[in-house]
């Protein structure tokens, strides 16, 4: 058994814990510390997707018991490419945060390990229950990351945010049981093999906990209409948070495509993931139409990121609740490219925001701007990224999408509201572009401070990604496409992860 | 590969710009930017020139590298006579204007940014036209329109510029989103992007029911790029631009990408109904329009503009026409056009910067100044006009011809001759215009410049050559259409074709009477131009600008309206919506549901849970009924949170039952001190619809928990923990099933759960730490009488309590592996002994006591915990796998020894770390000292 | 596993326990329920309960060390606790009442001083 | 006796429910801990209710399922957490926001 | 004899429980309720005895413990909350 | 304060908790007293910040009379409070009465103040540090002065003997 899989886990957790020991440590020790967790990670993940090349299917079983007994890891193409992105959105967000967000509050980079911690979790737990414990990792620690430098528009966020996701864990620990008391199992292959055969008279129940998990995961995810916390709550973060926020929409998606994929959809003849698809399409399309609606309609850069990151998660659901291998492997495409540019765009906002005399990120106010050159040309190649225009990786990403989803019958559906939010997007940038480097007069050069190199580096070298991630578009697409193919072959999960177990000591009482 | 090149070089010579940018700018820095921007263009003409034999042997030269084949999308090339015509064009009239731009820019800071932006537009057109793979061809398709937007935009303090260039990125970005849609879909069609492959498909795109939508896509895309009706707005604010901008890309090239873009795919997509109704009304109306608007424009740049727009509208019409004439005619003006128009701009920069207007009713006689100017511009007027002679006579009698070819459908027979000669007659009277009103027409008035600035002879230089051109083309149209035009017409209908005969053509009476009447009235209309001003004077003055403008804040204004109503900052609101998510596709899928009664069989009722549940409930209404006021409110919590502890104690669950208990007392005494800085009762401030609302979600969600717990407790169980009962022993060293499920089992939950504990308690640190609870704090002291702090009688049995309650928590400690208890209801315990010490000694005097701060105890507990865990991989087994050993001791007796315990203890230094840090802190904001000093 | 084996005094012991425990118990929750103000009623809980519930205990210690083998003290501790608790939870709620100048009954011969 | 415990589920659920539905923090809070009693028990009694079987092995005959018992734990632990988290928001909130409606003072006035 | 007396012992404490609960509702101060509240743990720690006893376990001591040491602690810190409108100061 | 007030600031109750602890774990090993001995050292040396005070326990022996006088006391009282409250509770006059103390160590203070409440009709409601009193509410008084006396003759003498 390879222990590197428990790294992703094991290591922001040791660190964050290291981080409270030594609670004392000076500022520049705790970056250090949190940096090289971080670039650790990252190698953790280049070793996953490397492992997952080459095994389909990598299992770690936690105290060494047989699934479904124990807890198991699962580390497939799709785990270790949310890994990756994981990885390197975090060190991304880390750097970002090292030029001085993180001394806003107290224990910035422990908490972001935790945050870490509990996204690896998710991403790679086979176990039903422990993915809601990861969830519940991520999100406290989301709490306390939203919370992050305080300030009435975060507190209030903040509350909406928590009590929410409270009852969203009140609703996955419900569908939790419901799926416990009716198949007395929690490992998500054994889920599978046991919803796969459930009595008739059971299906029912069992489409309604997907139904419930369906919300549960939409909440994480901003499906409509159980989105409206987020706009407020991303806008409000501070920007290497909210950065880092562009993959928790992506964890809730990541899980619908687990549960809902592989552990309702094993039965090959009539899965029972039906309901819940035919429910998420028409939801996730609304989704989409009302992110662009958003986009148009936002006051500030965070708020239309905010936006941003809400079609992005009409798109991801409703290509996957179409049900179809390719049209996933596009999504996933677009996964990356989504959660990079509304990152990026988040860090962007606020890189801006600082060099503006006043009005932050806000677009009503006319501000001087300093370094306009730089950050222009930052801001209009990053828009072109954002706006899914060639030759960046949006681009390939939406292409890939519409082709596969033009072989379904009822593809119209999808494109309308892609094409048309992709024009809202290009107006909305247009705009705000235009009335931020044009418009007002250069800032006095007295007045403005010295553009910070790190930062508007580690947004670049975050643009430079989603432009090579088109120019390398073919192999990482042959690497989705095979990870979209696992995912459509959930027998041969079950068969990996539950091996020779054949439902030996299992007993039935009346 | 040196296609490709021909495309990529304008970048290099983009980048060499911006490197000779970099350099200070020196007096002559503008003709050093103009040298190095022309060099790049200069290399592709000249490659063109030497492609000319291998075209004009009816070659296709196809280069093509593969890029991302799962999508289609290629690095492909193709050099056919039509794109070969293009790439001429866009080259030669892209060279003559970095000449124009070299005086034109002269002494402004800008023009290094003009040269790097014009380049890069050139690789975007010779991107469109000289691209084999359709979707290649739309990354330049954009690129031209982004560059586009930044060259608008070039004179960026004005706000025409902004909008302008705002207004031409939407409406040309969005047509290149529909063309997208519409290539895929044409891809799906094919099977290929390949203009190849889609060339020699045309049956199988006709016949397929996606083609009507596949057509709309594409034309949507080719007309808002070639601003036909009703996409052309944006053309005319486009001449916020500077002049070489607006010479160059809303004249001779950009807007001919449509064109092209048409022209390219006729052969696959043309010959149809569809294609001749859509494509040739289209063309009618923007003729028409154009060629109306431009009359009456006052701007010299105004008028020109509108003129292009009628112009597009004429090649369009001849391309939706469809014969092979028809395409040959749209070819020949296409490139005639652009050899007019291009010089008709540069004299309207000329005369800008000269007099420092473009008014035609204040620019008058500039003849007397500029005779030079008048000379070389008459060539090009005269063109536009279609005098016999010119190459505009020439185009506009094949148009004319053709139109009288068109015989089917039945409208178009006559209304298009008549049509194009009315819009003829037009042309004519716009040319007279702008050549008549600039150069003569009486003395100027007002002239910002007067006598106006001398201009340097070199901008009449590309004005020069561009004007001979055209001359040229006018004098030898044979010897023009057979070298260039003819390869691209055969090009566009893949087939091949006899010469375009121009002699033919001057022998033809039909087009000649219909020139004439043309030319005539539009002689006649421009004089009779004073009362025909007046009249349109009347007419309501409408700028499209303004209407963009409004329907882009209509659109923002309703996004808005329509995000704050529904994103309106409730979270009751968000809530509900929540609630009726998790509700309503549940209810949907479970109505008719029959299933609920399972096949077990009920068991008797026991009056004492039955005793308890009544309790339970009463208790849970209560709180429900009496929330308003909160202290009694919280202690009917207690008493639920008693008797779902009395619940688990009865169904054989006595560690949850210890847990329940311990946890329901902190999260009182958390709930308590957070009370004490809240309102005391809350408002009645809900209506009875919200009431109703609120009840019949809550009766909804109860009713649905209800039936799901009695549809799966009246099932039979089957279940994994079978495995659980049988290896707790022997496989985890315990008899407490539960414990061992927790520390070993799924132990890697327990170290999620601490972690979720620790971070909570770290944050609530974190956002207490500078909380100013200024009002609050002053009434803090020590105050006499019944209400003193730190009661004697509580301080003495608070000490003593303390120790034994410790020796409790280690009791339970170290029992939990084989009997109910464990790490984390001891840490409970002794958190909640600590908590008695605050109560009773006041937090300061606590706080001094503590041995240890609580955030490294955290810690400490999460790395014990990961520690045990790692400790396994010593002996080669997965994380957190257990080990342990009984021994037997002489004297002292059997001893267990379990790694499990050592997880156990983490979870213990967790806990009471955890615990702690929220209570202190919360504890720490009624001290007087509280905010900003750091407690734990 | 039942009571039935026990000697018969050990059960007889061991009942009377339970229904003193039962009645005490009672009487001081009906103290609580009828008494006329507050500081009255705390008599009951404060006294009865805790003897009551003591008695309760005491017959659980008997039950279980017999039916156990052995000495099972687990139960006195709990009684020793709440008998050192009691008086001063007593004595915290006194206090609060005195601070909240609840009223006393009409029959109240001296009410509380005045802080 | 399942009805009963059915009941008393539903009635828990339903009392926190309308709880989180009201305006005030506290009641939100409190609406919370009461929600989270229901989905526990829920959990809780998933295994199956039985009463004189804890799993403690060689003390009874007969064992309850303890898995749901773990679950139910882990998620008591979590709750927990949660509500001494949320607690001190709301009254973060509270003082921050000039009122402790779940909106604050005013709900829009970080937007312009 | 003590099987048959355990029910009846149930419902007498079942009964003061009860009137725990009216004390607990009418008031009519929250000090009543605080002492109703503090009685009613003291008797629940009479039903889990009780139920240990009949169900034969010996296992529930731990949870009688607790609630005598949890209801304690709890009743502390609510009249403490009375007394100077905090908890820990 | 010497070595051994630090490492063992209070032996007897050091010792108490090992007893105790052997009766919680129901088992007398040898295993067991060590630990029990162990953990009886090392509580209150981890806690000995928390109780400063040193107990000043003359005589042991007096102290555990006392306790079972107390028992007696507790359950004769909660006969007469029985009686009260079932068959005459509307008879009763209920009273306050300061009780002035003669004790000084606050230990011994929190043990009288205890045994008030846990016996007939009186609880503590009070203490009073300044004037040193306690203040009693008792159920039912028709001599304040001879329920004074009666405290004082019963609890507080032991107690001063037992503590002085
Ligand atoms: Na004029
Ligand atoms: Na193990």
């Known amino acids: 058994m390879n222990h590197l899989m428990i790294m992703p886990i094991v290591i922001p957790l040791l660190t964050g814990a290291f981080l409270l020991v030594m609670y004392r440590y000076n500022i520049g020790r705790q970056r250090s510390l949190s940096i090289g967790s971080t670039l650790l990670l990252v190698i953790f993940a280049v070793w996953a997707i490397l492992q997952a090349g080459v095994t389909d299917y990598t299992l770690y079983r936690l105290g060494n018991w047989q699934p479904p007994f124990g807890i198991v890891l699962v580390l497939d193409r799709l785990s270790a490419i949310m890994l990756l992105l994981t990885a390197l959105l975090s060190l991304f967000c880390v750097l970002y945060a090292s030029r001085g967000s993180d001394r806003e509050g107290s224990h910035f980079h422990a908490l972001l390990q935790f945050q870490l911690m509990g996204i690896n979790g998710a991403f790679l737990t086979g176990d039903l229950f422990n993915l809601f414990v990861f969830f519940e990792v991520l999100l406290i620690a989301s709490y306390a990351l939203l919370l992050h430098g305080g300030g009435r528009a975060r507190s209030r966020a903040g509350l909406h945010y928590v009590v929410i996701n409270l009852a969203g864990s009140a609703l996955f620990l419900l569908a939790l049981g419901i799926l416990y008391g009716l198949t007395g199992t929690l490992n998500m292959a054994d889920l599978a093999r046991v919803i796969a055969t459930a009595p008739e008279a059971d299906l029912p129940l069992l489409k309604a906990a997907s139904l419930l998990l369906m919300v549960v995961f939409g909440i994480k995810a901003a499906l409509l209409p159980l989105l409206f916390w987020l706009p407020r709550a991303y806008s409000a973060a501070s920007a290497p948070v909210a950065a880092l926020f562009a993959i928790m929409t992506k964890v809730g998606f990541y899980s619908m495509v687990r549960v809902f994929l592989v552990v309702f959809g094993l039965d090959e003849g009539s899965p029972a993931n039906d309901t819940v698809l035919a429910w998420l399409w028409p939801m996730a399309l609304v989704t989409l139409s009302l992110g662009g609606i958003g986009v148009l309609g936002a006051s500030s850069l965070r708020t239309l990121t905010a936006y941003m990151v809400i079609v992005s998660v009409g798109i991801l659901l409703a290509t996957m609740s179409r049900n179809d291998e390719q049209l996933l492997a596009a999504s996933l495409f677009y996964l990356l490219h989504s959660t990079c540019m509304t990152a990026v765009f988040f860090l962007l906002a606020d890189l801006i925001g600082r060099y503006r005399e006043n009005g932050y990120d806000r677009f009503s106010v006319i501000s001087p701007l300093s370094h306009r050159w730089i950050l222009g040309t930052v801001f209009l190649v990053a828009a072109v990224s954002m706006a899914s225009l060639p030759p960046f990786s949006g681009f390939v990403s939406k292409a890939w999408i519409l082709q596969s989803s033009s072989r379904l019958s009822d593809y119209l559906w999808l494109w309308a509201p892609i094409l048309m939010s992709g024009l809202l997007i290009i107006a909305a940038l247009s705009r705000a572009g235009s009335g931020w480097f044009w418009r007002p007069e250069q800032r006095a050069d007295e007045a403005a401070p010295a553009l910070d190199g790190a930062r508007t580096a580690t947004v670049c070298v975050m643009i430079a990604i989603s432009f090579s991630l088109a120019i390398f578009a073919q192999p990482v697409m042959d690497y989705l496409e095979a990870a979209a193919r696992l995912i459509y072959e959930p027998s041969g999960y079950v068969e990996a992860v539950l091996g020779d177990y054949v439902g030996q000591s299992r007993e039935v009482t009346e | 590969m040196d296609i490709g090149l021909l495309v990529f070089l304008p970048v290099l010579g983009a980048i060499a710009s911006l490197l000779s940018r970099l350099k200070r700018p020196g007096p002559d820095h503008v003709q050093r930017h103009a040298l190095v921007a022309l060099i790049a263009p200069a290399i592709c003409l000249l490659l063109l020139l030497s492609y000319l034999p291998r075209i004009q042997s009816g070659e296709a030269l196809v280069y093509s590298l593969s890029w991302v084949p799962e999508i289609g999308l290629g690095l492909a090339f193709r050099l056919d006579g039509l794109s070969w015509l293009f790439a001429t064009l866009i080259t030669g009239i892209g060279c003559l204007i970095i000449v124009y731009a070299r005086y034109y820019f002269a002494g402004k800071d800008t023009a290094g940014r003009f040269f790097i932006l014009i380049q890069l537009f050139m690789t975007a057109m010779l991107g469109i036209v000289l691209s084999e793979n359709l979707l290649f061809m739309l990354v330049f398709w954009e690129l031209t329109s982004l560059v586009s937007f930044l060259l608008i935009g070039f004179t960026w303090s004005s706000r025409n510029a902004r909008r302008g260039a705002r207004m031409s990125l939407v409406i040309t970005g969005g047509g290149g989103l529909a063309l997208l849609g519409g290539i895929l879909l044409l891809g799906q069609i094919v099977g290929s992007y390949q203009i190849t492959d889609v060339l020699a498909a045309t049956d199988t795109i006709v016949s397929d029911d996606r083609y009507p939508l596949t057509l709309s896509l594409i034309l949507l895309g080719a007309f808002t790029k070639s601003a036909q009706a009703p996409f052309h707005l944006w053309l005319p604010h486009a001449m916020a631009a500077p002049t070489p901008v607006s010479a160059y890309l809303h004249s001779a090239t950009m807007v001919k990408a449509g064109l092209f873009l048409m022209a390219r795919l006729h052969p696959a997509m043309g010959d149809t109904e569809l294609w001749f109704s859509l494509i040739t009304i289209t063309g009618m109306v923007t003729l028409m329009v154009g060629a109306f608007v431009a009359m009456f424009m006052h701007d010299i740049k105004g008028l020109l503009a509108y003129s292009t727009i009628s112009h597009l509208g004429l090649i369009t019409l001849l391309i939706g026409m469809g014969s092979e004439m028809a395409m040959a005619a749209a070819l020949f003006h296409l490139t005639v056009h652009a050899l007019f128009k291009a010089p008709l701009f540069m004299m309207a920069g000329i005369v800008d910067q000269a007099t420092g207007s473009r008014d035609m009713r204040n620019i008058n006689g500039l003849w007397r100044t500029m005779p030079a100017l008048m000379l070389i511009t008459a060539v090009p007027a005269a063109a536009m006009a279609g005098l016999p002679l010119m190459s505009g006579y020439l185009s506009k009698k094949m148009l004319f011809s053709e139109s009288l070819l068109v015989t089917a459908p039945h409208w178009a027979t006559t209304l298009i001759p008549v049509w194009v000669t009315v819009a003829g007659l037009f042309s004519v009277a716009y040319s007279v215009r702008i050549f008549h009103n600039v150069f003569f027409n009486g003395q100027p008035v007002d002239l910002p410049h007067w006598p106006p600035r001398r201009k340097p002879a070199g901008m009449l230089i590309p004005l020069f050559i561009l004007a001979s051109a055209s001359l040229l083309v006018g004098l030898a149209p044979q010897a023009t259409y057979d070298t260039v035009i003819h390869l691209a017409v055969m090009a566009t209908s893949m087939t091949h074709l006899p010469l375009y005969d121009f002699s033919e053509l001057s022998d033809a009476q039909g087009p000649a009477m219909m020139s004439m009447i043309a030319m005539l009235g539009g002689v006649v209309f421009y004089l009779a131009r004073g009362p025909l001003f007046a009249i349109h004077r009347q007419l309501p003055d409408v700028d499209a600008k303004n209407i963009f403008e409004q329907i882009m804040q209509q659109s923002i204004r309703f996004a808005q309206s329509l995000v704050y109503r529904l994103e309106n900052g409730s979270l009751q609101r968000y809530l509900a919506f929540i609630l009726v998510a998790a509700i309503a596709p549940a209810l949907w899928m479970l109505t008719g549901y029959t299933g609920w009664q399972g096949p077990s069989a009920l068991t008797e009722v026991n009056p004492m849970v039955v005793f308890g549940a009544v309790i339970l409930c009463l208790s849970a209404i209560g709180v429900a009924l009496f929330h308003h006021q909160r202290l009694p409110a919280l202690l009917l919590l207690s008493v639920t949170g008693l008797f779902v502890t009395l619940a688990f104690a009865q169904f054989s669950a006595p560690d949850l039952a210890l847990t329940q208990l311990s946890v329901e007392v902190m999260a009182v005494v958390i709930m308590m001190l957070a009370l004490s800085f809240l309102p005391q009762t809350s408002p009645r401030e809900s209506g009875a619809g919200r009431i109703a609302r609120d009840l019949v979600l809550a009766g909804l969600a109860g009713t649905g928990i209800a039936l799901f717990a009695y549809a799966v407790l009246t099932r039979p169980a089957e279940t994994i923990s079978g495995y659980f009962l049988a290896n707790s022993v022997p496989g985890g060293g315990g008899t407490n099933v539960v414990n061992v499920i927790l520390v070993d089992f799924r132990g890697f939950d327990t170290l999620g759960e601490i972690t979720v504990l620790g971070i909570a308690a770290v944050a609530v640190f974190a956002f207490t730490r500078d909380l100013h609870l200024k009002e609050r704090v002053a009434s803090a002291g020590t105050a006499k009488g019944f209400a003193e702090p730190h009661p004697v009688i509580l301080q003495m049995v608070s000490r003593m309590a303390l120790p034994i309650a410790l020796l409790v928590s280690a009791f339970i400690f170290l029992r939990g592996h084989n009997m109910p208890g464990g790490g984390f209801i001891a840490g409970l315990v002794t958190a909640v002994a600590l908590t008695l010490q605050y109560m009773a000694g006041g937090l300061v005097w606590a706080q001094e006591r503590m041995l240890t701060h609580f955030r490294p105890l955290i810690g400490a507990g999460l790395l014990i915990a990961t520690a045990t865990g790692l400790g396994s991989w010593v002996v080669g087994y997965p994380f957190l796998t257990s080990a342990f050993s009984h021994m037997d001791w002489p004297l002292i007796g059997e001893f267990e020894l379990a790694t499990a315990l050592l997880f156990d203890l983490g979870v213990y230094t967790t806990v009471v770390g955890a615990t702690l840090l929220i209570l202190a802190n919360l504890g720490k904001l009624m001290t007087v000292a509280g905010p900003g000093q750091e407690v734990g | 596993m039942n009571g039935s084996e026990m000697p018969l005094l050990l059960q007889l012991v061991i009942t009377f326990f339970l229904v003193a425990g039962a009645i005490v118990a009672l009487i001081g929750s009906i103290g609580l329920a009828r008494l006329k103000d507050f500081y009255m009623r705390l008599h009951g809980p404060t006294k009865a309960s805790t003897l009551g519930v003591g008695c309760i205990l005491l017959a659980s210690l008997l039950y279980f060390s017999y039916l156990k083998g052995g000495l099972s003290v687990q139960e006195a501790l709990v009684t020793l606790f709440l008998f050192v608790t009691a008086p001063v939870s007593a004595h915290m709620m006194a206090k609060a009442a005195l601070h909240r100048k609840l009223k006393c009954s009409p029959r109240t011969r001296k009410g509380p001083p005045d802080h | 006796m399942e009805l009963v415990i059915a009941i008393t589920l539903g009635v828990l659920t339903s009392t926190g429910v309308y709880l989180i539905l009201r305006a005030r923090t506290f009641s939100v809070v409190l609406g919370l801990t009461l929600l989270s009693h229901g989905v526990n028990l829920f959990l809780f009694s998933m295994g199956r209710l039985t009463t004189a079987s804890p799993a403690v092995i060689g003390l009874v005959e007969n064992y309850t399922d303890p898995l749901p018992q773990a679950l139910v734990l882990t998620a008591i632990v979590i709750s927990f957490s949660m509500t001494a988290f949320v607690v001190v928001l709301a009254l973060k909130a509270a003082v921050e926001l000039r009122s402790d409606h779940v909106d604050g003072e005013d709900p829009n006035e970080d937007r312009q | ?89 | 304060m010497n070595r051994r007030e630090f490492w063992l600031p209070r032996p007897l109750f050091s010792l108490f908790l090992a007893v105790l602890w052997l009766l919680m774990v129901n088992s007398f090993s040898v295993a067991h007293m060590l630990l029990g001995l162990a953990l009886g050292v090392f509580i209150p040396f981890v806690t000995r910040a928390f109780w400063p005070e040193q107990a000043k326990v003359r005589y042991l022996l007096p102290l555990l009379r006392y306790f079972v006088v107390l028992m007696v006391d507790i359950v004769r009282s909660n006969l007469v409070v029985a009686r009260r409250i079932l068959w005459y509770p509307n008879q009763l006059t209920p009273g306050f009465v300061t009780f002035p103390l003669e004790l000084d160590d606050d230990f011994a203070i929190t043990i009288l103040a205890s045994t008030i409440s846990l016996t007939p009709g009186t609880v503590t409601a009070h203490y009073d540090s300044y004037a040193g009193t306690l203040l009693i509410h008792a159920l039912h008084v028709t001599d304040e002065d001879e329920l004074v006396r009666q405290i004082k003759e019963q609890y507080e003498r032991p107690l001063k003997e037992i503590f002085q």
Do not use: H, W
């Open chain 5, 1 to 89: 004899m003590i099987a048959t007396v355990i029910p009846f012992v149930i419902g007498v404490f079942c009964l003061a429980v009860l009137l725990n609960l009216y004390r607990l509702a009418i008031g009519p101060d929250i000090v009543d309720r605080i002492l109703a509240l503090d009685t009613l743990m003291i008797n629940s720690i009479a039903l889990i005895v009780l139920a240990d006893i009949q169900m034969s376990l010996g296992i529930l001591f731990e949870a009688a413990l607790l609630i005598a040491l949890m209801g304690f602690v709890g009743t502390v810190a609510m009249t403490k909350y009375l007394l100077r409108g905090d908890v820990i100061e």
